[in-house]
């Protein structure tokens, strides 16, 4: 049945989260933003407790489930009833995103690392490599998938993984670059980072594997620290690795995965997207939210208000811009609800994940460009935060498939072309 | 808890008005557009699905179904068929809908049974107005109280139906606020004027009509003594209309999307091209995103709650998307989408229409 009831725990988990943002985000925004690489702590040290309990409940989840029927647990007769963890999950995105999305990705938790590892790992892995995040110091989670000629055809990567039989070992050679937190996961803390790499460059996709490096394994090195427009407190890096040493059981997925090269690797994989987008689109929503709420109080400081009212005709511009604002951040969040929805309730969302993930960019970069210009020189000094919120926005159109790449998936998903038939 | 999937119930509600507007709706909205006329047995089957009567309280006659959400899933179905198709067979929406949400008991129970018949009364509403800066909260309709009566004075246009109806609801200033009459359509200083020329919708016969110190007795106005929350039922018309543009617009879409397939030029289908797919790629993310701002405002309704914001955000919204829609779906057509035997052009001319058809439509 239709409708758009949030479970109770979604507000109590909302104002825990604004106390956090209000507490240990909003007041260091600024200073992270004016000096890139240095660390959140206060944030950090407030949400690692925060997160453990979070993934000590994913975990006991998992091993009930792979204990009850030693299927992967993703089928959804595993699940009994909706699974509003996820909904959780992405409703906390956007809470802490409203606070301060730079922050939000240095959150020790698995990321995009863990969504890597939910996708394509067997419940041991997935058993294996969370119980990592709910013990001892905080850890971050990463993801290493682009290289310097691998972005949007990230099929193309050039990062190898070769056997070595006799230690029963993959050795991983190669380069990635724009990885969140690619040093605080390998070098600052005993994390993991998911890399993915070919067993046969010769192959394309059927060649590509993913596979998780866990912190202080030698031979991983940082090449770069990007310095960036955006979510400056987010560390992004390149990472350099020369021989690393990786267990065999490090290699995400099944004995089938493991032993063949079909595009089974590759597919799994890339169905991370399918979650990881909608958190995504989450983030970039709380973004626009904070965008949006400061600018109307701002405007209304100066007796600027909608009445909802009135008719277009008796509107200023900015009462018009502001309701344009409130519709594309509104359209955004819902689109990201019903993608959210669909896997809550155990249904594919590949086509949902994409329309969210495009619209949700698309709608944060305007509503942020918007209000800067709106509020004018007071918009446009760095006194204000709006100005580093138009800035953070931007990533939303980028990363994790372009707007234009998650278009095309959208665009062959409609009219059920291939890559062969719709460039 | 948060789910977008319609039930069992809507699900074949939707079915059956799907099968409605492709055997019947389809097969006569050009000839209905360019002859100003719509055949009255397909609009009587679409008023024998009985959405209306479905939703009206079992005191009254009706089923005691009513939801808005449900409302806006058929206006959706319908519209997808014919704007002017779907407007017609909802008109009687247009008195039935302020009745049962504003009307004293003696008003529901004289005028609401007529409804759950099998023929719709010939009752219609008159809310636009013939000017520039059209305000539905600032009227320059007047109703002023004289007696035991009101005096109605002002010019309405695009009222449909107007020259067969028995009675008109007509909303006028009073007392600095919306409110409004039932009129009985013979009253003297009622005029029924000249048809109207629209741009679109033109299968729908609307006529301005003239109040020239049109007298009704006070117990005519709506809600009685209290009046009516004007909001309220304007809430109610901007969800429908906001559902009908997300029919029409995935009508245009879906229009699009599939001449893009099978048009070969250079060799290959144009939907080929980035710049047809990516244009098809928005439109179908855009009406995705309508429909559900349309059915946040009716699903708080449903729940008694307030939806002017909601509903008003969404209207502005919906009236920008169907027009964008419906003019990419014409230029992916190219030439063919400028001539008449194709529909686009048809639903282009009906979505510039929705940012002035407040009142047209209510669920």
């Known amino acids: 049945m239709i409708s758009f009831e949030l479970p109770p725990f979604i507000e109590n988990q909302g104002q825990l989260i604004e106390m956090v943002a209000k507490q240990a985000m909003r007041p260091y925004s600024r200073d992270l933003d004016e000096h890139e690489h240095t660390r959140p702590t206060a944030f950090v040290n407030m949400t690692w407790p925060f997160v453990q309990e979070m993934v000590k409940r994913s975990l006991k989840g998992l091993e009930e489930q792979n204990g009850s029927n030693g299927s992967n647990g993703h089928t959804p007769q595993a699940r009994k009833g909706p699974d509003y963890s996820i909904l959780a999950l992405i409703t906390m995105i956007e809470q802490l995103s409203w606070g301060d999305a730079g922050q939000y990705l240095c959150l020790p938790h698995p990321m995009l690392g863990g969504a890597a590892v939910d996708s394509a790992g067997t419940p041991e892995q997935r058993i294996r490599f969370l119980r990592k995040f709910t013990e001892g110091d905080p850890k971050w989670g990463a993801m290493a998938i682009t290289e310097a000629d691998a972005g949007s055809d990230n099929s193309s990567m050039r990062t190898t993984a070769v056997l070595d039989e006799d230690t029963h070992e993959w050795i991983l050679n190669g380069e990635k670059i724009f990885i969140t937190n690619g040093k605080l996961a390998l070098e600052e803390s005993d994390g993991l980072c998911v890399v993915w790499a070919t067993v046969d460059p010769g192959a394309g996709r059927a060649g590509i594997k993913s596979f998780v490096v866990e912190g202080n394994t030698p031979g991983v090195s940082i090449a770069k620290q990007e310095n960036k427009l955006g979510i400056r407190a987010s560390d992004t890096v390149s990472l350099h690795f020369d021989n690393v040493r990786v267990p065999y059981e490090n290699l995400l997925g099944s004995a089938e995965v493991q032993r063949e090269t079909t595009v089974k690797g590759f597919k799994g994989a890339m169905k991370t997207f399918d979650s990881s987008r909608p958190a995504v689109a989450a983030s970039a929503v709380g973004i626009a939210r904070a965008a949006l709420e400061f600018t109307r109080e701002k405007l209304a400081e100066e007796g600027v208000e909608v009445d909802y009212t009135k008719s277009l005709h008796e509107m200023t511009a900015v009462e018009r811009d502001l309701m344009e604002m409130e519709a594309r951040y509104k359209g955004a969040w819902l689109l990201t609800l019903r993608a959210v929805s669909l896997m809550a309730h155990g249904e594919s969302n590949r086509l949902e994940s994409s329309m969210c993930k ?39 159109d980028i990363y994790e498939g372009t707007k234009q790449i998650n278009q095309l998936i959208v665009a062959r998903s409609i009219l059920g072309y291939s890559r062969r038939e719709l460039k | 808890m948060l789910d977008f999937r319609l039930d069992e119930e809507q699900q074949m509600l939707a079915d059956t008005i799907g099968r409605y507007t492709r055997e019947r709706v389809r097969k006569v909205f050009r000839d209905a557009e360019e002859d100003g006329r ?13 959405v209306l009567p479905t939703g009206i309280p079992e005191a009254y006659g009706g089923f005691g179904e009513y939801s808005a959400v449900t409302g806006a899933v058929a206006t959706e179905a319908f519209a997808w068929g014919d704007l002017a198709i779907t407007l017609s067979v909802m008109v009687p929406n247009l008195v039935a809908v302020p009745l049962m949400f504003a009307g004293t008991e003696e008003q529901k129970k004289a005028y609401l ?13 008159a809310l636009t107005e013939p000017v520039i800066q059209f305000s539905p909260f600032k009227l320059k309709t007047t109703a002023v109280r004289d007696g035991e009566e009101y005096v109605i004075n002002g010019t309405k246009t695009v009222v449909p139906f107007a020259d067969q109806a028995d009675m008109i609801l007509v909303y006028a200033e009073e007392g600095g606020k919306t409110q409004a009459f039932l009129v009985p359509a013979d009253s003297e200083g009622l005029e029924v004027a000249a048809k109207d020329k629209l ?8 006529f301005m009509v003239t109040y020239s110190d049109v007298r009704v007795p006070a117990a005519n106005r709506l809600g009685g003594e209290t009046g009516i929350d004007f909001a309220l039922l304007l809430a109610h018309s901007r969800i429908a209309l906001g559902a009908a543009a997300v029919g029409m617009a995935r009508a245009s879409y879906e ?8 048009r070969v030029q250079f060799g290959e289908p144009i939907a080929h091209r980035q710049s047809i797919a990516f244009m098809l790629a928005d439109m179908a993310t855009e009406v995705d995103e309508a429909r559900l701002m349309v059915w946040e405002a009716a699903w708080k309704l449903d729940q008694g709650q307030d939806a002017l914001r909601e509903s008003t955000v969404m209207k502005h919204h919906v009236d920008r998307m169907v027009l964008t829609v419906a003019d990419r779906a014409v230029q992916v057509l190219g030439g063919y989408g400028y001539i008449r035997e194709y529909p686009v052009e048809l639903w282009l001319r009906n979505a510039r229409g929705f940012a002035s058809f407040d009142g047209l439509a209510m669920i």
């Open chain 2, 38 to 50: 719509i055949p009255p047995d397909v609009v009587q089957a679409g008023w024998e699905i009985g």
């Open chain 2, 199 to 206: 741009m679109g919708i033109k299968a729908l016969p609307t």
């Open chain 2, 113 to 125: 049974p007529l409804f759950a018949d099998e023929e719709a009364p010939p009752f219609t509403a």
């Open chain 2, 255 to 262: 229009y699009a999307r599939d001449y893009a397939k099978q």
């Open chain 1, 358 to 396: 495009f619209r949700a960019g698309e709608a944060v970069t305007w509503i942020t460009q918007k209000a800067v210009e709106l509020l004018g020189p007071v918009g446009y000094s760095r006194e204000f935060l709006v100005e580093k919120w138009m800035r953070d926005a931007k990533i939303n």
